[in-house]
């Protein structure tokens, strides 16, 4: 599966976004789809899951009020929508996808076999 990812641009405190995360070569119905967000210098950290089976899971507790993670198979598409978006919310955006699991997903990065190329999120103060 290929991977490209959209949507990112430059926002204020408190507005909104949403990326969108476009599948080639596969079905977003037959992967599990996460985003992940980096800031420069930092690890990549998990933000939240879409598996192939619809569950959607977030782990991050500064965010789990304000993004939701969504799916359309039509346009084989996996969406974030980030609302009441904060400074600290700068970060480059990627998507990735991998087998999913018979149990579980994966949260690690290193787990993740194929990636989009990052879509751009500054929030201004």
């Known amino acids: 599966v290929q991977l490209q990812a959209s949507g990112g641009g430059l926002v204020q405190t408190g507005g909104s976004l949403r990326l969108a995360c476009l599948a080639s070569e596969g079905a977003v119905s037959s992967y599990d789809i996460a985003w992940f967000r980096q800031v420069l210098g930092k690890e990549r950290e998990f933000v939240t899951i879409?598996?192939?089976?619809?569950?959607?899971?977030c782990l991050k507790d500064s965010v789990k009020a304000r993004f939701t993670i969504s799916r359309d198979n039509a346009k084989n598409t996996v969406y974030l929508q980030m609302d009441n978006l904060r400074p600290e919310d700068t970060a480059v955006y990627f998507c990735?996808?991998?087998?999913?699991?018979?149990?579980?997903?994966?949260?690690?990065?290193?787990?993740?076999?194929?990636w989009g190329q990052g879509t751009l999120v500054t929030v201004s103060s």
């Open positions: 990735a996808a991998t087998p999913p699991l018979s149990r579980g997903y994966y949260y690690r990065s290193s787990d993740y076999n194929y």
């Open positions: 879409m598996t192939w089976n619809g569950y959607h899971a």
